[in-house]
């Protein structure tokens, strides 16, 4: 892996956790502390007014912002404030270090900073997690009826009501879109259940919720046969893709994946767009584009970058938003960077938790950081 060890006990908004096994590292309210005796030399509260200070504030990372709001009361107001309209920014990866609690670190790509970051909501890291635009949306894994909207750099949150469906669905997939402007978002569930006493058979039901009404609909029933829905989905432009799996009997293609579009102003599907499996272990990984109903791969990760994961079977976490993609294979907490447009892959700075025991498992998603998206 490149670079030095180099992560920070965060301190976002006086919520943060401290782990004993980095506690020799500079917390943020160390330096928060530093930042007020420089501030005391020069003032610029008599030079700018808040329209341009919050200007300026916005172009930083937002590691950077909380910072600055530790430097005297009126920018913490500032930052505090809803009016701060923060720039576009990298997405960061939040990665599980604990199979059962929901605790963990989350990866800064511009600073190149691990920080400890306190979700809430979440009860366990086996959660269903989908992110857009500043929010994460939770579901829990057992009845599938507890659902939690939260931005995970303020802490602000809010529980929806129970989707409608079946509460105890085989399979449940969960996506989530947040407009950018007016901050409104769309959370569907795809649920996929068996047909009693046949395996070939599923019936798959997608549910959508929509912030603006508060409310939910079930936007489509169908049956599948010969395939089975997941639990991965994703939303891009008002369509829904989610994967779907072969259980045999009666599938029209060799494939063992496919993927369906569904749109959601329009309530259609299409179905069946998939690429060969290469089955055993793997033995490369690729970035693969769709491009309308074609698959076009832009990159494949060097054989230096793949050896990087040691032990590299089916079992890797792949999620990413814009520009960046994350990848980290379940059995360790590495964790590699591809940027779509310099076609670059990179390691992050090494994670602070090495593995303890052989059975440990890592896992994890990417979120953007914002201030301004409340749910």
Known sequence: MEGETSWFTD?????????????????FSE?????????????????????????????????????????????????????????SQKPWYYMFTSSDDPIGYAYD???????????????????????????VCFMDNDSRSQLFVCNPITKAYKKLEEPPGLRYSDYSALAISVDRVSHNYTITIAKSKQVPGNFFQWDLSIHVYDSETMTWVTSATEMFTGWRGGDESVICDGILYFLIYSTGGGMRWPDRHGLVMYDLSS?????????????DIIKGIGIWVLDRKEWR????????????????????ASSGTDDLIYIQSYGAPALLVFDMNLKQWKWSQKCPVTKRFPLQLFSGFCFEPRLETAP
């Open 31 to 87: 330096m928060c502390d530093e930042g007020s005796k420089e501030n005391s030399l020069v003032s610029l509260d008599a030079i700018l007014p808040d329209e341009l200070l919050e200007r300026i504030l916005a172009y930083l990372p937002v590691a950077s912002i909380f910072r600055a709001g530790c430097v005297c009361k009126r920018w913490r107001e500032i930052v505090n404030s809803k009016k701060l309209n923060v720039l």
């Open 297 to 316: 791969e832009v990159a494949r990760m060097p054989h230096k970058f793949f050896q990087g994961f040691g032990e590299f079977d089916e079992v890797f």
């Open 109 to 135: 790509p511009i600073l190149r900073k691990w920080y400890g970051v306190d979700l809430p909501c979440i009860e366990t890291s086996n959660w269903f997690i989908a992110s857009s635009c500043g929010l």
């Open 267 to 279: 309530r259609s599907s299409h179905g069946g767009i998939g690429k060969q499996d290469r089955p």
């Open 11 to 27: 301190h976002f908004d006086d919520i943060g956790r401290e782990i004993p096994e980095i506690s020799e590292f500079e917390p």
